[in-house]
């Protein structure tokens, strides 16, 4: 309905949380996505929970959206194709976008292996100028199969399943990711607040 000031816009998602930052944009007080990418034990979710107690600590307001939450419910029924795995990306790339720009810093330890469905999720962040970075978890596949927290590449190995992310499935490595963290040189400690530097330096805290 047109109001009396003239016709009406369409509102696009973003919108609001724009106009409630009085002053212009103020990163600080804004959310944003951190997506982290990686192989299976790479070590996703370990710097996910470590940076999101970080974050929390200094008042922040943060949501860790993890895989294998997503998986029961929201993704519930979907496998590991290639569709379902871009299925479960862009439902999960929804969810984040959405907290995002309503002021939420929003951290998502899933592999998303694919780069175009990664991409997707880069650019519905862009339509509504929310902020997104790009992080690569980007642990050699032989370390996260010493790793191995759920006995995945063990199962792989012994054949009892197939189609292992970095093993019998693919992985497109992620070309220009706004960090890479390289678990195998660092420690949690380390790569935590490496990941946390990255967020200074892009005006997210
Ligand atoms: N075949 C196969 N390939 C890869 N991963 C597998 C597979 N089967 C089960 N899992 C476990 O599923 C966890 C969640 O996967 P994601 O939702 O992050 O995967 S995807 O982005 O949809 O590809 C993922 O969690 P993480 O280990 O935390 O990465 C795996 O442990
Ligand atoms: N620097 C590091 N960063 C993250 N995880 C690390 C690091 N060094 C060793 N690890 C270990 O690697 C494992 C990674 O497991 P996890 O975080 O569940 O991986 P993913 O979520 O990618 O499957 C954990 O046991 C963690 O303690």
Known sequence: MDGVDGPSRAVRPGDANREARPGG???AACGGTVWLTGLPSSGKTTLAQSLASRLCREGRRVEVLDGDEIRTFLSAGLGFTRADRDTNVQ????VAEVLARNGIL?????IAPYADSRDAVRKRHEASGTAYLEVHVATPVQVCAVRDVKGLYAGQRAGRITGLTGVDDPYETP???DARIETHRYSVA???AELHAVLVERGLV
């Open 25 to 27: 944009p103020d990163r």
């Open 91 to 94: 439902r999960i790339g929804l």
């Open 106 to 110: 929003v951290l998502v330890p899933v």
């Open 175 to 177: 070309a220009a990711p």
């Open 190 to 192: 380390e790569c935590t």
